[in-house]
């Protein structure tokens, strides 16, 4: 089936270690996105990537780090430099090149620092 | 950036009755998509409608570009259509904005 993944689904991390979330599509998108969700809140866009070994910036990307290695993966590590990294993260893919185009999302994961 | 406002930010309803969800932006778009966020977490597509007006099953959705604002209609509601209700929105960058949700409550 074509689509987006996330793993894990649930994350315990202790204070000060470094944790890194899976994304992974098979949409052949060229566009691949981070999003954090805080209770109660929309969604706020951490990095992006619009094509493989590139990625800018987005509104709160301190504290966080990706790569893309691959057209397919897009992973998102968690550095113990952001200072309140519970929260819910989602991953988007889309295809990039025009100037508009739809995003489709994964599961999301869950994490948790203790 | 764009600023993006939902509202209302939580609505109730009795299964069956219809509402209406609107989202104003601040600037021109040119990409508008309107998500339904399950009990889960899962972000479900409903509609990708920069302008124009779509229909999907008992949901439509207008954008009025020109205006800055889209709508979404619920027709006949179901207590399956309970959850959160985004409006996101992007510019020329791609950088999409989502505004804060309604939370619809469909009650039995």
């Known amino acids: 089936d074509g689509g987006i993944t996330q793993s894990p689904k649930y994350l315990f991390r202790k204070e000060g270690q470094n944790v890194t979330l899976s994304c992974e599509q098979n949409?052949?998108?060229?566009?691949m996105y981070w999003y954090r969700q805080d209770p109660g809140q929309g969604l706020r866009l951490i990095y992006y990537s619009q094509i493989v070994n590139d990625f800018q910036k987005g509104d709160i990307a301190e504290g966080y780090s990706v790569s893309r290695e691959k057209k397919e993966s897009f992973p998102l590590t968690v550095t113990s430099a952001q200072k309140n990294p519970t929260a819910f993260y989602l991953c988007a893919s889309g295809i990039a090149g025009a100037l508009s185009e739809e995003q489709f999302f994964g599961p999301g994961t869950r994490l948790t620092v203790l | 950036g764009i600023q993006v406002e939902q509202s209302p930010p939580d609505l109730i309803l009795q299964e069956g009755a219809n509402s209406t969800l609107r989202c104003n932006f601040s600037d021109s778009v040119n990409n508008l998509q309107w998500f339904h966020q399950n009990p889960w977490g899962q972000l479900i597509n409903l509609f990708y409608i920069p302008s124009g007006t779509k229909q999907n099953g008992g949901l439509s959705a207008t954008t009025v570009a020109t205006e800055r604002y889209s709508l979404l209609y619920i027709s006949s509601s179901q207590t399956t259509d309970s959850g959160v209700y985004f409006c996101a929105v992007a510019s020329n960058n791609n950088d999409m904005r989502f505004g804060a949700g309604t939370r619809l409550t469909v009650k039995p």
């Open positions: 949409l052949n998108h060229d566009a």
